[in-house]
């Protein structure tokens, strides 16, 4: 009896337990039918107590919620915990029940395209639960828009013109040099803005006004200078000078000479003129002016027979003959041969109008052809070989570039012609490949129109991976040239295909110098 008497004693505990959680199990199935969700307020999830209130309810009180994609937030109301569909700004959400109460959820924001999403719905966040839906503004948007750059600042009135930037989205307005732009379309991510240029400008302004804030900007096309097709051009031989933003000229000098009569190429690509007698002016730098700023090279033209520092070969009779002729790979030298001459450039009135002329048959696979180019005489001024001062080899390798002056009459298709130095070997060469199509696998049989100007960096000069010159470039000039700034280089004809050249290869250079670009 008494044993019985101790069970019974040893349950009461636990039987009132069980009553005590009636009224909580009561309270947890009446959630079904809980009434329609309602929200008061959004707060940045962190560890308790560490939340960080970002929603009241009031767009005009509310700071904006931007760029904040998988974030976590908690919503805070009513009647949440069984909700069935979420959505900020029209995009759903997905969520875990396991995280929801009915005062509260843990959501993450869903990854938005703001380019794409009903307006209607923006700035909210609508809730929905078997009981009902509620709506809430809540101020998620993207980041205030940027301006980084235009398409083309010089295109025709009506032409397709680009603004780049970042949530360039749901705009506003937007007005272009003082014109307010109507029609505009924002690409998916939000970094172009494509509209028609104007008729016409009052001022230099760019503003587009977004839901998220303000882009200002101004029209900049300051002139740039990315290459000269003949820097020692003879007298009415054509250069081009290739760059961006060369529009709007209102000056020009080539060297020492005062060019007034061009022609603007198209979208500011280019600037072309006739170049004066090569004997009535002095070498120089080359300065474009236009409305909008002025730009000058670093190095010269019209440095033949004028400028001998970092001169490594001109072909004549001297301290700088520079090749070796003698070989069965450097022709017997060109002399006044008009058939390596044309439009875009001459050498047959120079005083020295000597050049050297390289030979190579079509290669077999794995082929090459070496070219023994000399070397310069040590004078007054310079020691052998010279290209820099030995106080420049701490220069960045971008700053120099290996120059030369060529001309490839008929087709030249397959072969590299690759240029080492003696000290750095095979270990850094630079590739000169123009028969090749960037970016692709495409080649395309390349000639001259004449003689034109070949600017190589120094940072060009690469390892191999693969193949010479594929790799790596130069981190120091002193790994081209060592610790002194001079040294004998050489050119090879390479074919790294396992099939034959499509053609041979004749061409004749001149002028190889080692000049500064920046």
């Avoid at 309270?27 to 809980?34: G, L, P, W």
């Amino acid at each position: 009896m008494k044993k019985i008497l101790n069970a019974r004693l040893c349950l009461l505990p636990l039987l009132l337990m069980i009553v005590a959680l009636l009224p909580a199990c009561k309270k947890m199935n009446d959630s079904s039918n809980a009434g329609a969700p309602s929200i008061t307020s959004v707060r940045l999830y962190h560890p308790s107590p560490k939340d960080t209130l970002i929603g009241t309810g009031n767009l005009n009180a509310d700071t904006s919620f931007t760029g904040h994609s998988g974030k976590y937030v908690v919503i805070i109301g009513h009647n949440l915990q069984n909700a069935t569909n979420i959505t900020f700004d029209g995009v759903p959400a997905s969520f875990n029940t396991a995280l929801f109460a009915p005062n509260s959820a843990v959501v993450s924001i869903p990854y938005i395209e703001f380019s794409k999403i009903d307006t209607a719905k923006l700035y909210t966040i609508q809730y929905t639960t078997p009981a009902g839906s509620t709506s809430f503004a809540f101020k998620l948007g993207p980041p205030a828009p940027t301006i980084s750059a235009v398409s083309d600042v010089f295109a025709a009135p009506g032409d397709s013109v680009y603004l780049y930037g970042s949530n360039l989205v749901l705009v506003q307005q937007f007005s272009y040099g003082g014109t307010n732009i109507p029609k505009f379309n924002s690409n998916a991510n939000g970094t172009s803005l494509g509209f028609l240029m104007p008729a016409t400008t009052s001022n230099k302004l760019i503003i587009v006004t977004t839901k998220s804030g303000i882009a200002r900007d101004t029209i900049n096309a300051k002139p740039i200078i990315y290459s000269i097709s003949n820097c020692n051009p003879e007298l009415g031989d054509s250069v081009y000078v290739y760059g961006n933003y060369l529009k709007t000229i209102s000056s020009i000098t080539f060297g020492g000479a005062t060019i007034t009569n061009f022609t603007e190429g198209p979208h500011g690509a280019y600037v072309k003129f006739a170049a004066p007698d090569r004997y009535s002016y002095a070498n120089g730098t080359v300065t474009i002016g236009t409305s909008y700023g002025t730009v000058s090279t670093v190095y010269q033209v019209n440095t033949a027979d004028k400028v001998w520092d970092g001169l490594l070969a001109d072909c004549w009779w001297g301290n700088y003959f520079g090749v070796n002729p003698w070989g069965s790979t450097v022709e017997a030298l060109g002399y006044r041969d008009a058939a390596y001459d044309g439009p875009m450039g001459s050498n047959t009135h120079y005083g020295n109008d000597q050049f050297g002329i390289l030979i190579s048959p079509v290669l077999a696979g794995g082929a090459s052809t070496y070219f023994p180019l000399g070397n310069s005489n040590p004078t007054a001024n310079h020691p052998r070989n010279y290209w820099m001062p030995v106080a420049n080899l701490t220069d960045p390798p971008s700053n120099w570039a290996f120059q030369f002056d060529i001309s490839v009459p008929r087709p030249w298709n397959g072969g590299t012609l690759y240029i080492s130095t003696e000290f750095a070997g095979d270990s850094y060469v630079a590739r000169y490949e123009p028969w090749k199509i960037p970016g692709s696998n495409v080649t395309k049989s390349f000639k001259t129109k004449g003689w034109q100007t070949v600017i190589i960096p120094l940072s060009e000069f690469r390892s191999k991976v693969n193949e010479l010159g594929d790799g790596v470039s130069i981190t120091q000039i002193s790994q081209l040239l060592g610790g002194t700034g001079t040294n004998s280089y050489n050119m090879t004809l390479k074919n790294f295909d396992t099939s034959p050249t499509a053609t041979d290869f004749k061409v004749a250079i001149d002028n190889i110098r080692c000049v500064k670009i920046k």
